[in-house]
């Protein structure tokens, strides 16, 4: 896990050390985030935990974590600024199911272990540069470290974007590891859609960034996976930060030194 640079801001991010992790301290929840929730909500807490990946300042997610208090909200993002912002907000709320993370969205095999999550949410991830139609995100590892993390497969992967190339490939390529429940190539105005969406948290929600396209009445694409059973062989194998580990001979993947592995072909934030 390649660390971020650090910043004034990032230095404020020590303040929120009880519900905010920066860096390397990022990695050190890894397979015990429902303890963390737990000790955080005490016994309101659900089970449940829901990663936003590309959170920016978490006001998404601060919205859907106050409707749901049981449930408990990951956001993640690697910019220091919007992130203090957020945990400001949370602070000043007295939000106990919140934790924001600074991080980038391909560590989440370092930062989580195999069946941690229940629902991973990747709306409208960044471009590499502004002149490029593919993200820096997106990659054959990082599908597989999001089907590693979630649960079973009644967990879902979310994705959404205004970028049509993000839609096709996203479509053509999970197939390995996930199985489409719905696409939609106009979510806002597709009523199967959204009629399918009440089941999930963010449904009616709007990033601040989807507000704009929505406005300019450009299409929102979407898609929801659930994560695809795995043979007995393939089941053995976790996620491609542990795989690295076993193979540098490291005892515990949760000390964030180790390199992703070789094996692993490269597939908002």
Request: aromatic residues 10%; charged residues 30%; contains cysteine.
């Amino acid at each position: 896990m390649r660390l971020l640079p650090r910043s004034i801001h990032a230095d404020k991010l020590e303040s929120f050390s009880n519900f905010v992790f920066n860096n390397a301290a990022a990695v050190a929840n890894r397979g015990r985030w429902g303890d963390f929730f737990r000790d955080q909500m005490g016994k309101s807490f659900d089970g449940r935990i829901i990663l936003d990946v590309g959170c920016f300042d978490a006001s998404f997610l601060i919205g859907i974590a106050r409707k749901n208090p049981r449930s408990a909200f990951v956001g993640l993002d690697w910019k220091c600024k919007p992130l203090c912002d957020g945990a400001e907000t949370i602070t000043g709320m007295e939000l106990k199911n919140v934790s924001l993370l600074r991080a980038r969205g391909s560590d989440i095999a370092h930062i989580f272990g195999a069946g941690e999550l229940d629902e991973v949410w990747v709306f409208h991830p960044e471009l590499c540069a502004e002149e490029e139609s593919h993200s820096r995100l997106l990659d054959a590892r990082f599908l597989h470290d999001v089907h590693a993390t979630l649960r079973d497969e009644s967990s879902v992967f979310a994705f959404k974007t205004d970028h049509r190339d993000h839609f096709d490939w996203m479509v053509t390529r999970c197939g390995q590891h996930f199985v489409i429940a719905m696409q939609s190539n106009d979510y806002w105005n597709d009523s199967a859609a959204l009629a399918d969406a009440t089941a999930r948290l963010f449904s009616g929600e709007l990033t601040k960034y989807e507000r704009r396209f929505v406005k300019k009445r450009r299409p929102i694409y979407y898609v929801e996976m659930r994560k695809k059973r795995r043979s007995a062989m393939a089941a053995a194998v976790t996620t491609s930060a542990d795989m690295a580990a076993a193979a540098e001979g490291v005892s515990s993947a949760a000390e964030g030194a180790v390199e992703r592995s070789a094996a692993a072909e490269g597939s908002a934030e």
